[in-house]
């Protein structure tokens, strides 16, 4: 007897019959890595830039800023349309728009060019935190999901911790310091094109509409909408996502700042504009948020979630007795917190998507969590390095660890006060 027909029209097939070996699974994280290493590959070198073009730390903040635009822009499509047509239709183009950033960052002369540049890289990261940590879930198969979103998640923090390092140390020891690390990252960038063509993910396949009447198909199988939307999840799954953001948001914003003012930060504190010193930091940052995911994974949802909005309200103290005693120690204390707040942060949420969020929503559902997330992340550093500019680096800075680190106790608060959502399964 044929089974019922409840899928959407253009459902994301897959095979659970045959799933992938789990080296596929690790492989389909690459793309992510490699389009994460160029979001932040630029941090260490503004200082060079600054110095060569000429701007304030307010317009390197919104140098910073285009790149949440890019991203907040592709969250508005790419969940929806990898739902739609599959995974790789929107990793091919992104990847190919990535490789055009690199040539832009490396023969940049103006502000104009970085801010295309960043634009650019916007996109493509958008397009990768829906459509690319999809198809690692997609690759994992229906018994390894808390799996494939902890290498989705971890595969994202280890990219933004290893573009700045290379920057770092490649501005310093190689010729063309502005330029060396992009040709690097165009070659990871054209293995990971190889990668996604080679992926195992199943195409979606046409299928005839259904014959039961609308109004008593499940909400996550109706009509697919608009192509262009603000990304969401099915009914039903609104306080999983709610959860994920309210700490997800708040640590992803501590690392935003890190990574948009933390050279201006350690210029101020050392007095020294040591690149390698820059990437360092960033690089511990993310590698902390990486190493985290993995030492909290048997842990429960709620359990993570709380430590990440503890982490993230922990660094932005840290951060104020930081910019005070001008201890870069105590700086680098901060950032470490910052990252594993992200890293906690983004794995509860993702894990609460994965575990809730049926498969042919789950790319919109990852754009809507990130959308949530990045927001913040844009606006308040922004906003911190205006405020930085008019007050001194130390009140801004302080104003914004305030901010913050009240959004991060309100977030730990939620979290505690709901139970249903947030408690694996026995």
């Known amino acids: 007897m044929p089974a019922t027909r409840t899928a959407p029209v253009q459902a994301v097939e897959r095979n659970p019959a045959r799933p992938a070996p789990l080296w596929w699974v690790w492989l389909a994280a690459w793309p992510v890595t490699a389009v994460f290493v160029l979001s932040n590959a630029a941090t260490p070198l503004y200082v060079l830039w600054q110095h060569d073009i000429g701007f304030s730390k307010g317009t390197l903040t919104v140098v910073f800023a285009f790149y949440i635009v890019g991203l907040i822009g592709s969250l508005l499509v790419s969940g929806v349309v990898s739902d739609r047509l599959g995974r ?33 890289t916007g996109i493509a990261v958008g397009a990768v935190v829906s459509a690319g940590m999809a198809a690692v879930t997609d690759v994992a198969g229906p018994e390894r999901r808390r799996t494939a979103a902890l290498l989705a998640s971890c595969a994202m923090v280890f990219g933004a911790g290893l573009g700045p390092l290379l920057a770092g140390v490649l501005s310093e020891l190689a010729p063309a310091p502005t330029a060396t690390v992009f040709l690097v990252e165009a070659v990871l960038l054209a293995t990971a094109l190889l990668v996604v063509l080679r992926m195992p993910v199943h195409r979606p396949k046409v299928r005839r509409p259904e014959t039961r ?38 640590g992803i914003t501590a690392t935003s700042f890190v990574l948009s003012l933390g050279p201006s930060l350690l210029s101020g504190l050392l007095g020294t504009t040591d690149r390698i010193l820059a990437g360092a930091m960033a690089f511990a940052m993310f590698l902390t948020a990486t190493g985290v995911q993995f030492a909290v994974q048997r842990l429960r949802r709620r359990t993570i979630l709380t430590l990440g909005a503890l982490s993230t309200a922990l660094s932005m103290a840290t951060l104020v007795l930081a910019v005070h005693v001008e201890a ?55 906003s911190a390095g205006y405020l930085s500019d008019a007050v001194g680096l130390t009140d801004g800075a302080t104003v914004f660890a305030a901010v ?16 249903r959502d947030v408690t694996d399964p026995a």
Not at 331 to 340: D, S, V
């Open 404 to 419: 913050l680190l009240a959004l991060a106790v309100l977030g730990a608060l939620v979290v505690r006060a709901t139970r």
């Open 213 to 250: 009447r609308p109004e008593t198909r499940r909400p996550e199988t109706r009509g697919n909408g608009p192509w262009v939307r603000v990304p969401g999840v099915p009914r039903g799954n609104g306080r999983q996502l709610a959860l994920g953001i309210a700490v997800f948001a708040p």
């Open 88 to 120: 790789k239709p929107v990793l091919l183009p992104a990847l190919a728009l990535a490789l055009a950033a690199c040539l832009i960052f490396a023969t940049a002369t103006s502000v104009a060019a970085l801010i295309v540049a960043r634009l650019f």
């Open 328 to 382: 870069v120690a105590v700086l680098l204390a901060a950032a470490l917190l910052a990252g594993a707040g992200q890293g906690l942060g983004q794995l509860g949420g993702l894990s609460l998507l994965n575990a809730g969020v049926p498969p042919q929503r789950l790319a919109e559902a990852n754009a809507a969590l990130n959308v949530g997330g990045y927001l913040p992340a844009g606006l308040l550093p922004v």
